[in-house]
């Protein structure tokens, strides 16, 4: 029942619906009262019967999508695509392919539906990161699920847990109800289960008063367990709009509040912004009872269906707010709920996501970006309807990951970021560029990075968990690092490397090798980390004074590699120069290939490398 809570307006049909032509006047009265599955049984027979045009394919693959029978959505949007379609049929068609899991072609039609609508959001997320998949599969796990024991073999979705271990949701399981033309399933009714503390759900019933002959539900409960907020049909208040072309009544979604009495909810009542021109439901109540979080295609959003938000002072409430750009999208975003901390989940098939409904969160206490929850939750298929009780550490979302709407519980899954932030002993300055392996106890690698040039790497680990962060960089002594073991936070490493300091003879102060860049003579940041500790060592002896020498090898004319090489010792006097070093006490040449170290006409690399070097020969002690 995938757009029935998402998009679609209810219908209660009286009469003829016009047709496109005379062949498809059958299916198309079927399409327009959103009875697409014998709508499709109607357009297969023409394309069967070789009646069929572009027409009647779109119709098809339109059918199809709405179901969520993907499958076979793919294959008629394919033949739809085969003459120039608007931007959004190709994008119905990438979100069909994805569900799929063909994911290369759903790319190519993303590619199309970006050219012909590039100032969509949709379209811009996909343009700045195109190699999303990897980035979201490789995503650190939020939650382990398992499909819930109240879920039944009929539509389940929507599970709310209370704080008095009561689980409210949406289910089309009563085969005593009337038939929805949508998908032959009854019609929704609301129930309540408990949620025992062995953390299965058990009793489920239909819950009394609030019920009618229409589709009700998904509900949103108040911390105190008093109030209920839940959608259902504007039939209730005999408020429809009527298409006089199509002669038939239209219906909404509202939304209604009810109170407890005992053990039982009376006074429903509709909210006064219901508005027989649009849907108004999927509502959440904030934990202090003063906002209510809903979804809505009322006028003034983004398109489709998005998140809105309105103040609620007893029975009086503010103007709608839609949530902005940081949420929704020119598709569709429904499903919100807010958790007692303010944290934000809502499902969306516009962000960037693995296919269909995608699953995201956003603090909105900090007013971050939308961030998708990744897998398991987020599969190719609709991943909808996140709630978390907070207290109780436990979330449920729905799916149709297994070919009809099940409820699927979310247990979530401690993990800390582990920041190492890598230091030179000495100077305390970052380094860049050193290696950051991190192991776990059995010594299992579970990430090897290189630091930035802020000298962090941060990875993704288990709480409670014992790991090393084993550093090294070339000119350092290496080092091993304990990460303490830590829950729901950032733990922090400092992870502060020693210098490998020159050896200091009677005629030289030896340093490790000082590289430049191919034909170039300016220090470079590991030339410059290796003559930041000959500096040390003069001030240490301020009395010493150094003369560098500067060599190549034998690769280039003479000429050539004496001025390269002058060009380089020079540079290595200005920089120490530059770092407070008396120009009286530091002096270079560049020698050439003049001095060789070892002494080859067909020399080895090894060899090249040891003739390509810097001398630090001691004038004064």
């Not at 009086?316 to 999208?329: D, Q, S």
Request: hydrophobic letters at 35%.
């Amino acid at each position: 029942m995938r757009n029935l809570y998402i998009t679609l307006s209810f219908v209660m049909a009286s009469g003829i619906i016009s047709a496109q032509n005379q062949y498809t006047k059958a299916a198309d009265k079927l399409f327009d009262r959103y009875e697409y599955v014998d709508a499709a049984k109607e357009y297969l027979k023409l394309a069967e019967g070789n009646k069929a045009d572009s027409y009647v394919y779109k119709q098809l693959a339109e059918s199809y999508y709405n179901v969520f029978n993907t499958k076979e959505a793919v294959k008629w949007y394919a033949k739809v695509v085969e003459q120039k379609q608007d931007a959004e049929t190709y994008y119905k068609y990438a979100q069909m392919l994805k569900a799929e899991g063909n994911f290369k072609e759903a790319d190519k039609q993303m590619q199309q539906f970006a050219q012909l609508a590039p100032n969509d959001q949709r379209a811009k997320a996909f343009k700045s990161n195109p190699n999303y998949l990897p980035e979201l599969q490789g995503q650190t796990k939020l939650y382990d699920v398992a499909k819930s024991d109240v879920s039944s073999d009929k539509t389940d979705f929507g599970a709310v847990l209370t704080n008095d271990n009561n689980v409210y949701f949406s289910s089309s399981r009563n085969t005593s109800r009337k038939t929805s033309g949508w998908n032959e399933e009854p019609y929704l009714d609301i129930y309540k289960a408990t949620y025992n503390s062995n953390g299965t759900i058990s009793d489920a019933v239909a819950v009394d008063n609030i019920n009618t002959k229409w589709h009700d539900g998904p509900v949103s409960i108040s911390s105190d367990g008093t109030t209920m907020y839940y959608g259902s049909e504007s039939f209730n208040e005999k408020e429809f709009t009527k298409d006089k072309a199509k002669n038939a009544k239209f219906g909404k979604i509202y939304l209604y509040k009810a109170t407890k009495e005992g053990d039982k909810w009376v006074n429903a009542k509709p909210l006064p912004f219901n508005n027989k021109e649009y849907d108004v439901r999927n509502p959440s109540i904030s934990k202090d009872g003063k906002t209510l979080y809903f979804s809505s295609n009322m006028p003034g959003g983004f398109g489709g269906e998005d998140i809105w938000k309105v103040s609620v002072n007893g029975d009086e409430y503010g103007a709608p707010e839609n949530l902005g750009a940081k949420v929704n999208t020119e598709a569709n975003e429904s499903f919100p709920f807010i958790t007692d901390d303010n944290i934000l989940f809502f499902s969306s098939n516009g962000k960037t996501g693995f296919g269909g409904l995608d699953v995201f969160k956003m603090d909105l206490n900090k007013g971050t970006e939308a961030m998708n929850v990744g897998e398991p939750v987020n599969t190719s298929k609709d991943d909808f309807a996140f709630t978390y009780n907070v207290t109780k550490k436990v979330g449920f979302f729905s799916s149709n990951r297994d070919g009809v709407d099940n409820i699927y519980k979310a247990d979530p899954v401690c993990n800390v970021q582990a920041l190492v932030r890598v230091k030179d002993a000495k100077t305390g300055n970052v380094i860049e560029g050193a290696m950051v392996m991190l192991v776990d106890e059995k010594q299992k690698t579970i990430s090897n990075q290189t630091s930035a040039s802020n000298g962090e790497t941060i990875t993704g680990v288990m709480c409670n968990t014992a790991y090393s962060a084993q550093v090294s960089k070339s000119g350092y002594e290496s080092g091993v690092f304990d990460v303490k073991k830590a829950e729901n936070e950032q733990v922090v490493v400092e992870a502060s490397l020693n210098p490998i300091m020159p050896v200091i003879t009677e005629t030289e102060v030896i340093l490790q090798p000082i590289y430049f860049e191919f034909n170039k003579s300016n220090i470079t940041a590991q030339g410059a980390e290796e003559l930041n500790k000959l500096v040390v060592v003069m001030n240490e002896h301020p009395e010493m004074v150094i003369f560098a020498k500067s060599h190549t090898d034998n690769r280039g004319s003479d000429s050539y590699n004496m001025k390269l090489s002058d060009r380089r010792a020079k540079a290595t006097v200005q920089y120490l120069i530059s770092k407070g070093i008396s120009k009286d006490r530091i002096s270079g040449q560049g020698f050439g290939e003049s001095e060789p170290k070892v002494a080859c006409k067909s020399c080895t690399e090894e060899e090249h490398a040891q003739n390509r070097r810097s001398e630090f020969l001691i004038v004064k002690k």
